[in-house]
Each structure stands twice: as structure tokens, then as C-alpha cells.
């Protein structure tokens, strides 16, 4: 599957951001979707995942309650909502996907096969 990210920019700490990832080549309902996110100098961290078949979503402890990941079969897509933006949330943040990601590998960018080119998101303080 080809995944292309979209929705980043540069707001306002506090201010809320929602991310988009379009799906092509395969149905994504079929694939455990995921975001991760990179800043300069640090290593790709998770931010949160969507299990296939619309099920359980996993969120990294610095994003919960703030970031909500969702997926629309329809038009397949994976999006992530993004409220009360922190500074420390800037990053290029990916999507990525897998239909054969294990439980364990989740939360680790080895799990995912797939992945999108990454958008900004900068957030000022």
C-alpha cells in the first residue's frame, strides 16, 4: 500500500492540528495503521496506532489524552487529531501501515512496512 501524509504546519502551543494519510494500492481497512513522529537528532517514536478492522488503538503515554487516531474505510484514510499541542510535539511525523504487524512490534517502526513521506509540524511557544 502507498500512504501520502498531509496536514502539517507550523500553530501555536495549545492550538489543535489534525494530520491526514491517504491510502492507494490496497484497502487500508486490512492494515494496522500508525503514526510515528521524528525530531532533530532523536530516533522515529511512536505516537499512536490503529489495529485492522477498526478495533483498538494504542497511544505513546505523551500523546494520550491529547492525540486521537481514527481511520474512514470509505475513503481510505488514517487521520490523527492533534489538541493542546505542546513545542515538544514538534516533529516530522509519518504514517505508516502493515497488514502483518504483530501485537509486540506496535509500538516499533520494524512492524510497519509501509510508509508515508513524512510531514511537518511545528509548534511555537
Known amino acids: 500500500v502507498q500512504l501520502q501524509a498531509s496536514g502539517g504546519g507550523l500553530v501555536q502551543s495549545g492550538d489543535s492540528l489534525r494530520l491526514s494519510c491517504a491510502g492507494s494500492?490496497?484497502?487500508?481497512?486490512?492494515?494496522?495503521k500508525a503514526w510515528f513522529r521524528q525530531a532533530p537528532g532523536k530516533e522515529r517514536e511512536f505516537v499512536a496506532a490503529?489495529?485492522?478492522?477498526?478495533?483498538?488503538?494504542y497511544y505513546a503515554d505523551s500523546v494520550k489524552g491529547r492525540f486521537t487516531i481514527s481511520s474512514d474505510n470509505a475513503k481510505n484514510a488514517v487521520y490523527l487529531q492533534m489538541n493542546i499541542l505542546k513545542p515538544e510535539d514538534t516533529a516530522v511525523y509519518y504514517c505508516?501501515?502493515?497488514?502483518?504487524?504483530?501485537?509486540?512490534?506496535?509500538?516499533?517502526?520494524?512492524?510497519?512496512?509501509?510508509w508515508g513521506q513524512g510531514t511537518q509540524v511545528t509548534v511555537s511557544s
Open positions: 505508516a501501515a502493515s497488514n502483518r504487524v504483530l501485537l509486540s512490534n506496535i509500538y516499533s517502526p520494524v512492524g510497519y512496512d509501509s
Open positions: 494500492g490496497h484497502p487500508l481497512n486490512y492494515y494496522t
Open positions: 490503529i489495529r485492522w478492522g477498526g478495533g483498538s488503538t
